[in-house]
């Protein structure tokens, strides 16, 4: 299905508008459409920004719980989309802090014919006809997963939503409530850190 949520920041569409209204009201059908209409949108910013399937889905469960919860508190004062990811990204930062303080989740999963990349849907051919792009690319995947794990749960955060999901820097702003330049001097600090652990494949 294709995402109706649009950009982050941007105006919300007459249909999503008529669905959080009809939702708010207590229209139950409105409500299961809306949250169709982003699923894929928070499971996607989820798995981005935690590299867990099961952490993701929990996630998703708790993110449209606390919108059911709160959907009549949203005044359409900014797009519900940037709502809504400011919901998630809020559960996420609070995983990502727990995750400080015990082991972090493998990005792997370890199966009978060795480990499997949880992130990988798909293997391209090209990496198949290729076994030394193949290792490459499993080395890359290795220390860009290495040097996530390094950054501080904020600055991993600015750098998912900037680099995986493509918003900007004023959007990432409003999702974590702070500026626009707290958010690029956040970035700074998170590339600066990637660079420096990556600085052979760059």
């Known amino acids: 299905m294709a995402d109706a949520a649009g950009a982050v920041g941007a105006r919300v569409s ?7 209204r009809a939702a708010q009201s207590g229209d ?3 409500f299961e ?3 169709r209409t982003y699923d894929q949108s928070v499971l996607r910013l989820a798995m981005n920004l935690l590299r867990s399937p099961e952490d ?4 998703y469960q708790e993110a449209f719980l606390r919108v059911y919860r709160n959907l009549h508190s ?3 004062d900014c797009s519900f989309h940037t709502w809504l990811y400011r919901i998630v990204t809020n559960i996420c930062l609070d995983l990502l802090r727990k995750r400080k303080v015990r082991k972090e989740e493998s990005a792997t999963l ?3 014919e060795g480990p499997l990349d949880r992130l990988e849907t798909f293997e391209e051919e090209a990496a198949h006809a290729d ?4 290792m490459w690319n499993q080395e890359l995947r290795a220390r860009i997963e290495g040097a996530l794990k390094d950054l ?3 600055e991993r955060m600015v750098f998912e939503l900037r680099h995986y999901q493509g918003l900007r820097l004023r959007n990432i702003g409003e999702i974590l409530g702070t500026t626009e330049e707290a958010a690029k001097n956040c970035l700074f600090r998170a590339t600066q850190k990637m660079r420096t652990e990556l600085g052979d494949f760059l």
């Open 14 to 20: 007459p249909q999503v508008d008529a669905l959080i």
């Open 152 to 154: 501080t749960p904020r």
């Open 33 to 35: 459409q809306l949250v």
């Open 74 to 76: 949203f005044r359409f």
């Open 131 to 134: 076994p030394e792009r193949s």
């Open 28 to 30: 139950q059908d409105a």
């Open 110 to 112: 370890e199966t009978s």
């Open 56 to 59: 993701a889905r929990d996630v």
